[in-house]
């Protein structure tokens, strides 16, 4: 049965491949510079790039200032606070497997808040497609898992839930509420500015933007700005358009194990038949997720048409 006779848009592939390489991206990059360097050159470089790209659409339009707020802080907790959050972890001795299945609780999350925040409730299967993407990520951390590290490095990866399940809820809200009719290009522009704002102090301020420049670095800053922070992030946000936060959450669980397979493909890790195991699982888990029935919702939080919004993408 095809993506399409299920209801599941052809998009999620893609944006699971592009959102899992970010991993990948970054492994090129942290041994010349520091987190918030890396993250700092990342987000100037996008920044550069969606500005040239609205002009050239001509895409510039004027939103209210709330609405212009509400994009800059969905950017800084989706982008700045998560990544920060994340890498921050890992770099105060949390082991990434660690770090990575805390990380793992955003769909949950999100499912739970779904209905208080958007108004769209979360059926049985869905929950039962959640629950058992958070098994597939037990099953391929597995081993990797090892304590350690001091009490900020564990609050952090939860901080990085929070950002980013509150980013995707409010901008899910908006969408539901029929009030994100600015061009997507546009918003991923206020969402990368937000972040770049929030970021150039920390690497100015705590790593003075420290580097050592090589091919390396800069293929690993191109790649996260261009391949993660444009298109992953683009393609996420587009998703939240097309169905709820939840199920476009449920795909996250498919990023351990692909990353798994990213790395065994480039870099010669082993690819173990546990992970393997965890593969299928959580393909299973989002596949329950994407094809459950939704339960029926408030007039409030209906779907939108796509017709009814200016900024829909074409069917493909």
């Known amino acids: 049965m ?9 998009l999620c592939t893609p944006f699971v491949v592009l959102w899992s390489s970010g991993f990948v991206g970054a492994k ?4 010349y510079a520091g987190t918030f360097t890396i993250l ?6 996008i920044v550069v790039i969606l500005g040239v790209l609205v002009s050239i659409l001509r895409q510039w339009q004027r939103m209210p200032r709330r ?8 950017g800084a907790l989706a982008h700045a606070g998560w990544l920060a959050a994340v890498l921050g972890a890992i770099d105060l001795g949390l082991s990434a497997g660690l770090a990575a299945f805390i990380t793992a609780l955003q769909p949950i999350m999100t499912g739970a808040l779904s209905a208080r925040m958007t108004g769209e409730r979360v059926a049985t299967r869905e929950w039962l497609g959640l629950c058992l993407g958070l098994v597939a990520v037990a099953i391929v951390i597995g081993d990797g898992v090892a304590l350690g590290g001091a009490f900020l490095a564990y609050a952090l990866p939860f901080l990085a839930v929070i950002s980013i399940t509150i980013a995707s809820l409010v901008d899910r809200s908006a969408t539901v509420s029929n009030e994100n009719e600015a061009p997507l290009v546009l918003v991923t522009f206020l969402h990368c500015l937000a972040s770049l704002l929030v970021l150039a102090p920390l690497a100015v301020g705590i790593e003075g933007l420290q580097a050592e420049w090589n091919g390396n670095l800069v293929f690993a800053i191109v790649w996260l700005a261009v391949v993660v922070s444009l298109a992953a992030y683009g393609l996420m946000f587009v998703l939240l358009r097309q169905m709820p936060a939840p199920r476009v959450a449920s795909l996250t669980y498919l990023s351990p194990p692909v990353t798994m397979v990213m790395a065994w493909m480039l870099f010669g890790e082993t690819l173990t038949f546990t992970g393997v195991i965890g593969l299928g699982v959580a393909a299973l888990s989002v596949g329950l997720t994407l094809s459950a029935k939704r339960p029926p919702q408030p007039d409030s939080a209906r779907e939108v048409p796509p017709s009814a919004r200016r900024d829909a993408i074409p069917a493909e």
Do not use: C, K, Q, T
């Not at 095809?2 to 052809?10: E, L, T, Y």
């Not at 090129?28 to 041994?31: A, Q, S």
């Open 2 to 10: 095809s993506a399409r006779m299920m209801g599941i848009p052809v």
């Open 28 to 31: 090129f990059g942290l041994d």
């Open 40 to 45: 700092f050159w990342r987000y100037l470089l």
């Open 67 to 74: 609405v212009v707020a509400r994009h800059m802080v969905v």
